[in-house]
């Protein structure tokens, strides 16, 4: 069975943590992608919150895998600014290596950001969002 953006929603936040854990790195993506904000929190204002982020400020990320970097997508006027840095690195949330989204160089804006992402079925990716070193959130991107 592939699991798929819809499945993410309906996890727990222990379940998509197992998860994580459980799937492999996958490939650098490159394109395009649609995002969603899966708060590790079960708590219905987050829920809210999370809807807010999604409609009205963040779109997803669009990968340039061959130059390294990517680019948010914000708002509904489509722009596409806040540049990560991306490469292979070890994870913070689990033993091994994900691919990390690291905006300590590239952005003042969100320079104690570092999200990090593993493919967990083809073409959509489960990622962990970190200011300093706590995790504030889990994420999805479907390309």
């Excluded at 079960?42 to 807010?52: D, G, K, T």
């Excluded at 509904?76 to 540049?83: A, L, N, P, Q, S």
């Amino acid at each position: 069975m592939t699991i798929t953006m819809k499945d993410l929603m309906a996890m727990s936040p222990v379940e998509l943590d197992n998860l994580y854990k459980n799937s492999p790195i996958g490939e650098i993506p490159n394109g395009q992608s649609n995002g969603k904000v899966l708060f590790v929190f079960e708590i219905s204002m987050w829920e809210v919150f999370s809807s807010l982020i999604d409609s009205l400020f963040w779109q997803g990320k669009i990968f340039y895998r061959e130059q390294g970097f990517l680019l948010n997508r914000l708002t509904v006027f489509g722009f596409h600014m806040v540049e990560a840095k991306v490469y292979r690195g070890n994870s913070q949330f689990s033993e091994g290596e994900s691919i990390i989204l690291d905006y300590s160089k590239s952005s003042f804006i969100a320079q104690k950001i570092r999200d990090e992402i593993r493919e967990v079925a083809p073409g959509l990716y489960l990622g962990q969002a970190y200011w300093d070193q706590t995790r504030v959130l889990s994420f999805a991107l479907q390309f």
